[in-house]
């Protein structure tokens, strides 16, 4: 009996589950344990005692029993502003930037549709277009990882993509791409385009002030690298035409409490997270400086809070794993293949920890 049903069982999964979702395996998140974390691009720094306490009285008078504001409207209000979203475009939040990619996609999913990114590029992209039954297209970038503009437009042209992303800064490759190559882009493009500005407290570069100036423009930031991972929160900027659209699919409560009452609180106090930010530039410099004397190693150049690395002696996964020994989680990118063959992704941390970084990453070599 209990075979048999185990057996149906199985039948009725096979039938069930489709084959897209079957073939992937889940999003992996490495255990960190009590490494250096240096894995995932967050903000190595902690708020301030004081501000702790004062955040602490706000959370305490958060009504729990109360669904959240569904539209957020006091953080939306604040968001605008420090963002700098121009005048006539308008803002729809995520829980973090990755479900506002899966609102885009699910608005548009159609059999055959497709989401256009250049590649090495974010792994949601394909993930999500995998999720909601797109089709995915990734265009190699060169080998310095510009755009290759030609390859970008014959593929819009072929593929007529209804969303492509351009990562700015990429990652994980850690560059701002050209900017006249973007507009090229934004303009050759039927679909819509959504600059991915993850990384801009690192970056001093932004699509921002050109919404409205193209139509199918849209542009993502998030709080998470600017050291608010653990809230999930991330807003899509662009033309109500769509944002419109994209507010029916998003699910009523998407911004839960804590959230809201923590990152008004957040931008209420953003200085702190600025000069955050300032210290992890710095601190990037310093790390660009050590990294480019080791030998054989190539290291690219980086607009973000990680730097890309490839070993041109050394095998990476070995390297990986002697870092990890020596208690340093960096993220290893070799096992991607192509043009990430021999390629580790590190995060800009305190200067204790890259010092650790780059001593242990001598050991390994
Ligand atoms: C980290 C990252 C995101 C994800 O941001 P969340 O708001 O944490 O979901 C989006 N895009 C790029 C390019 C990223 O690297």
Same mark, same amino acid.
């Given at each position: 009996?209990?075979?048999?049903n185990s057996?149906?069982? /199985?039948h009725?999964?096979s039938?069930l589950?489709?084959?897209?979702i079957?073939?992937?395996?889940a999003?992996?998140v490495?255990d ?12 190595p720094?902690?708020?301030p005692?004081e501000?702790?306490a004062q ?6 008078r958060a009504e729990l029993?109360?669904?959240?504001d ?13 963002m700098q979203?121009?005048?006539?475009q308008?803002?729809?939040l /995520?829980n973090?930037?990755d479900e506002l990619i899966?609102?885009?996609a699910?608005?548009?999913a ?5 989401i256009?990114?250049?590649? @090495?590029?974010f792994v949601m ?8 039954g797109?089709?995915y297209?990734?265009?190699p ?5 510009s755009l290759d503009?030609p ?11 209804a969303?492509?992303?351009?990562a700015?800064p ?5 560059n701002?791409?050209?900017?006249k190559?973007m507009?090229?882009?934004?303009q ?8 991915d500005?993850?990384?801009? @407290? ?7 002030s050109r ?6 423009l849209l542009?993502?930031r998030?709080v998470? $690298?600017m050291g608010l991972?653990?809230?999930r929160l ?9 944002i419109n659209?994209f507010? $029916?699919?998003?699910?009523?409560y ?6 809201q009452i923590s ?5 209420e106090n ?10 992890v530039?710095?601190?990037r410099?310093w ?9 054989d190693?190539q290291?690219?150049p980086?607009?973000?809070?990680f730097i890309l690395?490839r070993l041109q002696?050394?095998?990476?996964n070995?390297?990986?794993?002697s870092?990890?020994q ?5 993220k290893?990118?070799n ?9 580790l992704r590190?995060?800009v941390?305190? @200067? ?5 970084f780059?001593a ?6």
């Open positions: 009996m209990m075979q048999n057996h149906r069982i /199985g009725l999964m039938d589950i489709r084959p897209q079957k073939a992937l395996s999003y992996h490495a960190a344990g009590k490494m250096i974390k240096l894995d995932a691009m967050e903000n720094y902690h708020l005692d501000l702790i955040w602490l009285q706000k959370i305490s029993n109360r669904y959240p569904p539209h957020a409207s006091e953080l939306r209000d604040k968001l605008r502003a420090y979203v121009p005048e006539g308008t803002l729809i /995520g973090g930037s899966q609102i885009m699910m608005t548009v159609q059999p055959g549709r497709v256009l990114a250049p590649e @090495p590029g992209y394909k993930m999500i277009a995998t999720f909601v797109m089709d297209v990734g265009v970038l060169r080998d310095d990882f503009l390859a970008m437009l014959a593929a819009i042209k072929q593929h007529q993509p969303l492509l992303f351009l700015y990429n990652n994980p490759t850690a701002l791409f050209d900017e190559a507009l090229e882009i934004i050759a493009s039927k679909g819509l385009v959504i600059v500005e993850a990384y801009h @407290p690192f970056a001093g570069e932004s699509f921002m919404l409205g100036q193209f139509e199918n542009v993502m998030t998470s $690298k991972a653990g809230l991330g807003l899509l900027a662009g033309s109500p035409k769509w659209e507010d $029916k699919v998003r699910l009523p998407n911004i839960n409490v804590l959230t990152a008004v609180f957040a931008l953003a200085g702190v997270f600025e000069a955050q930010a300032t210290a530039r710095e601190q410099s790390l660009l400086n050590d990294l480019n004397k080791i030998p190693l290291v690219y980086s607009r973000a809070n690395l002696k050394a095998d990476a070995k390297v990986f794993e870092l990890k020596q208690g340093v989680l960096i290893n990118l096992p991607a293949g192509g043009a990430l063959t021999q390629c590190v995060t941390g305190t @200067p204790n920890e890259n010092s650790a780059v242990a990453l001598k050991k390994s070599l």
